[in-house]
C-alpha cells in the first residue's frame, strides 16, 4: 500500500498569504496524484488531479505541482472561504490511499 | 444538475448488517467507475472499493474485504454497497463517488454522505 504523508498537519496564515502544501508518497506515482478540499460538514471536492490540472471551476489560485514522491499544493493569494482541511490522494495502486490531510487555519 | 444522494445509513449492532444506496443524477452513470470512500468521525478519508462502469470489475480495501459487497444498477443509475459482519471500526459517514471518465481514481463528484454508527 501506498502511504501519503502531508506537511505540516496545520498551516495558520493570513487571508491574502501564500499557501504551499506538501504530500509525499512513499514510492513514486509518477502524477497520479490529486488534492481535495473539505469545509466542515461538508463532502470533500476536487481540486487538483494528475498533480497540476485544475478541476473545473476552481479558481487559478490553487495550483499543484510535482511529480515521482513529492508533490505541492499552492494556494496563491488565500480567500476567507480556503481555510479548510486538504487531502492529497494517489490512484497509481490499488487500494487507492488518501494523506491524513493539512488543515488550514486562519491566524 | 450532477448529484448523487447516498442513502441507508443509520445504527446497526456489531455483527449486524446494512445496505447503503447512492442514486445518480444530472449526467450518464454507465459512463462512470463509482467507489465508495468513508471517513471515521474526526479522521481522514479511507477508500473502500470501486466498480467499473460495466459492473464487471471490482475491488475492495483489505479492511472491509470478505464482508462488503459492491453491485449497481445502471437501469436506476445507482450504485450499492452492502455491509455485513459490521464492527465498531466501520463507524463512519459513507460517501459515494463518481470517477472521472478515462480517470480511474478521481473522484470528480461526491455525495453528500451518509452516517453508519455501529454501537451495541
Known amino acids: 500500500e501506498i502511504v501519503l504523508t502531508q506537511s505540516p498537519a496545520t498551516l495558520s496564515l493570513s487571508p491574502g498569504e501564500r499557501a504551499t502544501l506538501s504530500c509525499r508518497a512513499s514510492q513514486t506515482i509518477t502524477n497520479y496524484l490529486a488534492w481535495y478540499q473539505q469545509k466542515p460538514g461538508q463532502a470533500p471536492s476536487l481540486l487538483i488531479y494528475?498533480?497540476?490540472n485544475r478541476a473545473t471551476g476552481i479558481p487559478a489560485r490553487f495550483s499543484g505541482s510535482g511529480s515521482g514522491t513529492d508533490f505541492t499544493l499552492t494556494i496563491s493569494s488565500l480567500e476567507p472561504e480556503d481555510f479548510a482541511v486538504y487531502y492529497c490522494q494517489q490512484r497509481t495502486n490499488w487500494p487507492y490511499t488518501f494523506g491524513q490531510g493539512t488543515k488550514l487555519e486562519i491566524k | 444538475q450532477v448529484q448523487l444522494v447516498e442513502s441507508g445509513g443509520g445504527l446497526v449492532k456489531p455483527g449486524g448488517s446494512l445496505r447503503l444506496s447512492c442514486t445518480a443524477s444530472?449526467?450518464?452513470?454507465?459512463?462512470?467507475?463509482m467507489s465508495w470512500i468513508r471517513q471515521a468521525p474526526g479522521k481522514g478519508l479511507e477508500w473502500i472499493s470501486y466498480?467499473?462502469?460495466?459492473?464487471?470489475?471490482?475491488d475492495f480495501a483489505d479492511s472491509v474485504k470478505g464482508r462488503f459487497t459492491i453491485s449497481r444498477d445502471n437501469t436506476k443509475n445507482s450504485v450499492y454497497l452492502q455491509m455485513n459482519s459490521l464492527r465498531v471500526e466501520d463507524t463512519a459517514v459513507y460517501y459515494c463517488a463518481r470517477e472521472k471518465t478515462y480517470l480511474e481514481g478521481v473522484f470528480d463528484i461526491w455525495g453528500q454522505g451518509t452516517m453508519v454508527t455501529v454501537s451495541s
Open positions: 494528475d498533480a497540476s
Open positions: 444530472g449526467f450518464t452513470f454507465n459512463y462512470h467507475y
Open positions: 466498480i467499473s462502469s460495466s459492473n464487471t470489475t471490482r
